[in-house]
T-cell receptor, first 113, second 109 residues
């Protein structure tokens, strides 16, 4: 089992562009959560997907959107990138719906220039 | 909103010395508390959760509801314990994690 996998590993974009990050959950997991980790900070919850629907959302603007596919994989989209969006984006998966232990991927490092 | 506070950004101890990483949380309902650890060049991983009441790698953490604390302790630190430690609590219907800002532990030889 490869665990939670995220792609790409690193990404460089310029202000105003759009980006899509991808996540494949651990085998047997159906719930995917996304977190943003700015430098020197702990991860911050963006949103969670379960049964292909957004179940809960953190304090992030509508520029941040997501999707979950029937195979439970997920995408995080960020539109109109700002310099402040530069961060490590973490995906976490858990089995059997919300409330179970979350397993984290290695993250995607996004740099906005 | 849930808040998790880790007052120490950096903590250094010598090998064999006791170590305590502090964590305080804001009370809201019945949160579940966790400690996550990130070793150098590795992904974030669960160290322990309060409902398990386990000792993992010699670490323990007791939930003190009166002081709203969940401090992580180990009686004899090892060099391989050097890592970034995050305290986290769950909240909301999605039981999403709210993380503290982390404590970088360095165990000196």
């Amino acid at each position: 089992d490869a665990g939670v996998t995220q792609s790409p590993t690193h990404l460089i974009k310029t202000r105003g562009q759009q980006v899509t990050l991808r996540c494949s959950p651990k085998s047997g997991h159906d719930t995917v959560s996304w977190y943003q980790q700015a430098l020197g900070q702990g991860p911050q919850f963006i949103f969670q997907y379960y049964e292909e629907e957004e179940r809960q959302r953190g304090n992030f603007p509508d520029r941040f959107s997501g999707h979950q596919f029937p195979n439970y994989s997920s995408e995080l989209n960020v539109n109109a990138l700002l310099l402040g969006d530069s961060a490590l984006y973490l995906c976490a998966s858990s089995p059997g719906g919300p409330g179970n232990i979350q397993y984290f991927g290695a993250g995607t490092r996004l740099s906005v220039l | 909103a849930q808040r998790v506070t880790q007052p120490e950004k950096l903590l250094s101890v010598f090998k064999g010395a006791p170590v305590e990483l502090k964590c305080n949380y804001s009370y809201s309902g019945s949160p579940e508390l966790f400690w996550y650890v990130q070793y150098s060049r590795q992904r974030l991983q669960l160290l322990l959760r309060h409902i398990s009441r386990e000792s993992i790698k010699g670490f323990t953490a007791d939930l003190n509801k009166g002081e709203t604390s969940f401090h992580l302790k180990k009686p004899f630190a090892q060099e391989e314990d050097s890592a970034m430690y995050y305290c986290a609590s769950t909240s909301g219907s999605a039981r999403q994690l709210t993380f503290g800002s982390g404590t970088q532990l360095t165990v000196l030889p």
